[in-house]
């Protein structure tokens, strides 16, 4: 089942001819808005009397107490709107550049400890607690945008919310038109490099935390590139291999071997950048070296010796 909207729910030029009574139950007909009390009989609009609004200009972000109802608005409308006005956000071109500037910058560091150091100051930096018109939130160890998020954005931006519920607004629509959206949008950005800056530093604490609670365990070593034993595997067949003449057939065929028994779960690319920690330079990973190989006899030997010490 497709999940409901309420975008477009109204006729803008029915709804603008509208008396403020009228409004308000066609809002609760619409569920845009809804009565706070959960009595059973609450979509009898029948018997609530909205005369005393007649005088009354309609607002979307008002609140109608009738015969003893609280009647408000749906709050899930703001964060269907704000949800996607984050989603926009997260898929510009901006947001790609800027998380790819910042992995780009990790891949200079030699150490977990200095990764872990950078890290930290750019949170520090851009202060995710104190952004202009966002409001952060952290709980159980994830950094997350508050509940209330939303409703504090859209009540400030009251022109919106009308555009949205009415035919006023379209797919195209440019949100930064609207009053406070653009700084939001510039802190949501920031907002979201701190979250990738914090769930980076969790990824790497506890990768260090695996290597000390099990510190003979090679193969906890280095856990985005290797799964259980791959590192220990590595580790043996690299003493023969370093020191050998065609390295390039070699560590292909290393990589083809252990991606196929499922030790190695990294891209090509990323275990050349590996391998150069170890000072083995390799321009390619050579696919030649995927099939039938007569190094295969020597690998197998290495796992099944080093699997059946677990």
């Known amino acids: 089942m497709a999940k409901r909207t309420f975008r477009n729910i109204l006729n803008r030029k029915e709804f603008d001819k509208l008396t403020t009574p009228e409004k308000i139950k066609l809002a609760l007909e619409k569920e845009i808005f809804e009565i706070a009390d959960n009595y059973p009989y609450k979509r009898d609009f ?33 964060h269907e709107i704000c949800d996607l006005l984050c989603l926009r956000i997260s898929h510009t071109y901006k947001s790609h550049l800027l998380l790819k500037e910042i992995q780009f ?60 519920l009415t035919d006023g607004i379209k797919y195209e629509t440019n949100f930064e038109a609207y009053n406070t959206v653009n700084t939001f949008g510039d802190s949501y950005l920031k907002f979201i490099y701190c979250q990738y ?27 985005d590139i290797f799964k259980k034993n791959g590192f220990k595997i590595f580790e043996k067949i690299h003493s023969k291999y370093k020191d050998k003449k065609h390295l390039v057939a070699n560590y292909s065929f290393l ?56």
């Open 46 to 78: 029948s018997k609530l009397d909205f005369s005393i609004y007649n005088d009354e200009e309609f607002e979307f972000f008002e609140h109608y107490d009738v015969d003893d109802f609280g009647i408000m608005l749906n709050y899930s409308i703001p």
């Open 105 to 164: 910058k990790l891949e200079a560091f030699n150490t977990q400890d200095q990764k872990l150091n950078f890290l930290n100051q750019e949170i520090k930096k851009s202060d995710p607690f104190n952004l202009p018109e966002l409001i952060g939130d952290f709980d159980k160890g994830d950094l997350f945008l508050s509940p209330i998020q939303a409703i504090e954005l859209i009540s400030r931006n009251k022109n919106l919310l009308y555009d949205w």
């Open 197 to 223: 800056c914090f769930n980076e530093i969790k990824s790497i604490k506890k990768g260090q935390q695996s290597i000390e609670t099990n510190p003979n365990e090679g193969e906890l070593m280095h856990p």
């Open 255 to 310: 990589f083809y071997a252990m991606t196929k028994d499922g030790l190695i779960h990294c891209s090509g690319i990323k275990f050349i950048e590996f391998l150069a920690s170890y000072n083995v330079s390799i321009d390619k990973i050579d696919s030649r070296q995927s099939g039938k190989n007569n190094r295969m006899d020597y690998y197998n030997e290495i796992k099944s010796a080093i699997i059946a010490q677990q």
